[in-house]
């Protein structure tokens, strides 16, 4: 009988936000794969690093962590043929993800690669998107708000189009493009309901009126949070 391969959301960066579940399946599997950069340490490994009883065996997937360059295709391929030994061997495999594995987790790619040969169970995890919110103590939407998530490497003239109008919006990957996402916002008339959340969760979290950012780049992990109205129960 082969492994099951598990994909554990472990949360937005505070290792107390993980799930119950998802901490009895980390414990439990004898094979631990997580995505870490070319060189150093993984995020995602120091989030559950309070939590491993040792002594499993441990799978890096090192990649470039470059938008331009991700996903690093044959990187995923190298990795799911590694994690497919010892899955054949019966044995478990743990694939660690930030956040939520199907709320743009990397996750997604070795199930791509593996679902279709050996069973699979996806754990959701709390997502950077809820982890923003609870941090800022802004509700996302509420009614009939419709919340659009959107990605800032979008062309200006296509993050302009889906502002227009919307009633929250939580932008995303923002790293490099603060300066655009910044204009576009100005422009929509959103400025001053723009609020920027950087690690959310974790020791450095860092929360301002996007107003207030003077920088044109920003780490992976940020966010801007958005609502027309100011707060979401006017």
């Known amino acids: 009988m082969s492994g099951t391969l598990y994909g554990l959301g472990v949360g937005p960066g505070d290792p107390e936000l993980m799930t119950l579940k998802a901490l009895r399946l980390l ?14 340490d993984s995020l995602v ?4 690093a309070p939590h ?3 002594g499993q065996h441990e799978v890096a997937i090192r990649m470039p962590l470059v938008a331009e360059r991700f996903p690093a295709q044959a990187v995923y391929d190298r990795a799911a043929h590694e994690l ?3 899955l054949r061997a019966g044995r478990d495999v743990a694939a660690l993800c930030e956040g939520d594995p ?17 069973p699979v169970e996806v754990i959701p995890g709390v997502s950077s998107l809820t982890a923003c919110a609870a941090a800022l103590g802004a509700p996302l939407v509420a009614r ?18 889906r502002l227009d109008g919307v009633d ?25 309901e723009a609020r920027y959340v950087e690690h959310a969760t974790m020791a450095d979290q860092r929360i301002v009126p996007l107003a207030a950012v003077a920088d044109d ?9 958005v609502h027309r109205r100011g707060a979401a129960w006017r």
């Open 27 to 40: 414990r439990a599997a004898p094979v631990l794969a997580y995505p870490a950069p070319e060189h150093g």
């Open 45 to 48: 490994r120091r989030i559950v």
């Open 52 to 54: 491993l009883p040792g």
């Open 84 to 86: 497919s030994v010892h």
């Open 102 to 118: 199907f709320f743009y987790g990397s996750f997604m790619y070795l199930f791509a690669r593996l679902s279709a040969q050996f």
């Open 144 to 161: 009939n708000d419709v919340l659009a998530v959107i990605p800032a490497p979008l062309p200006e003239a296509a993050l302009r189009a």
């Open 168 to 192: 929250a919006a939580a932008i995303v990957k923002v790293g490099q493009h603060l300066a655009k996402v910044r204009r576009v916002l100005a422009a929509c008339g959103l400025m001053a």
């Open 217 to 225: 780049a920003a780490p992976y992990f940020s966010m801007i949070l």
